[in-house]
């Protein structure tokens, strides 16, 4: 299951930077573009989960899509397609190449430092 697997390494992202930062991570904020073929739900969902039991269980996954740039072959142009097909707005080809819209990645962590009183 992808998004499992994803969220697993979200929380070992935000674990390895909380043991460094010496915190607790209270949110972890997710970039997922919209062609990453990545279900928003299905991966906080399995975040959620995992994180149960873990130095992470009060920590949020927060969500931030990243919509689809592509370039045509054709003729260059950059466009945001609207909905498939994608069909270039400048000459009416169909051949592109993704510019945006593939990545997934750990964007910002919100680490809260531990404060004692000594
Ligand atoms: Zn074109």
Redesign the pocket.
Known sequence: MHEATLAARMLQIAQAAAADRQGRVRAVTAVIGDMAGVMTDSLVFAFDALKKNTPLHGAQLKIERQRVLVC?R??G?EYAPPGFPFV?P??G?REFRIVRGEEIYVKNLEVEEDVRDH
Do not use: K
């Open positions: 045509c054709g003729c142009a270039c400048q000459c080809g």
